[in-house]
């Protein structure tokens, strides 16, 4: 007789023995509504799970490099400073002061916005830190020298200093008379970017003027008051 698709030969006898057994390995396999309700979520979860490897997106990452800060990265990144948020909940496990990153760090750059941590969104930095040796009342080449140490193109450090002469004499201090503040005259609608501090307040100008390319927001240039200065 043909058993399992194979060609044997088999007692009768021999063959009623097994049906029990066939009968007890089939009631084995059958599952009670609550197990085979088990078994049916644990598949789709798994599918779920399969689905989000597959999906997942690849990581982006970037070093930071003299001059930078959460702000300035993500400008350069989403082209919008205030996404520093992003980067910052994407690698609190490194980050534990948003005013604090150093040289050679590799952050995590997400594409899109992270979940919320379960502490909430952190505040917006009140300073961008930056301690310099460039401070006081500033000439051209002193506001061309904090330009770049902020991170500024060298292109464009003459352009920079010609704007802060126009805008502050090159006074750290300078507040202008709806509270711009320091070198570049930061308005306080930018936050955390209007700071007396020297570079913060250079750091700010390259963000805020997408690192030299645009000096719109500055009246001394749509103006051209700027000319000459330096």
């Known amino acids: 007789m043909a058993i399992a698709g194979a060609l044997m030969a088999a007692p009768a006898a021999q063959a009623a023995t097994q049906a029990p057994a066939l009968a007890t390995a089939a ?9 085979a ?4 979520t644990a598949v789709v979860e798994q ?23 959460l702000s300035l990265i993500a400008q350069r990144f989403y082209g919008n400073s205030a996404r520093w948020q992003w980067i910052f909940q994407a690698n609190q496990s490194k980050i534990k002061n948003p005013n604090m990153i150093f040289v050679g760090e590799v952050l995590n750059i997400p594409f899109k916005a992270p979940p919320r941590s379960q502490t909430g969104t952190p505040a917006m ?17 002193g506001l061309e020298e904090l ?10 450090a003459f352009m ?10 090159g006074r750290q201090f300078a507040t202008g008379g709806v509270g711009e503040r320091g070198y570049w005259q930061i ?10 501090d020297p570079l913060g307040n ?19 240039f749509t103006s051209g008051a700027f000319h000459g200065r330096c």
Do not use: F
């Not at 399969?50 to 990581?59: F, M, N, Q, R, S």
């Not at 920079?160 to 004499?169: D, H, L, P």
């Open 202 to 220: 250079a750091k700010a100008a390259v963000i805020i003027s997408s690192n030299g390319t645009n000096w719109n927001p500055w009246t001394t």
């Open 187 to 196: 308005n306080p609608n930018h936050g955390a970017l209007s700071t007396y």
């Open 160 to 169: 920079a200093a010609e704007i802060a002469m126009a805008e502050s004499s």
């Open 37 to 40: 309700a088990a078994q049916t």
């Open 125 to 141: 930095p009140t300073a961008l830190t930056t301690t310099s040796a460039l401070s006081g009342t500033l000439s051209c080449h």
């Open 47 to 69: 599918a779920r799970t399969d689905a989000l490897v597959i999906h997942h997106e690849p990581a982006r990452h970037y070093t930071v490099r003299r001059g930078d800060t």
């Open 27 to 35: 009631a084995a396999r059958t599952y009670t509504p609550a197990q």
């Open 147 to 156: 330009w770049e140490e902020a991170g500024g193109s060298h292109a464009e």
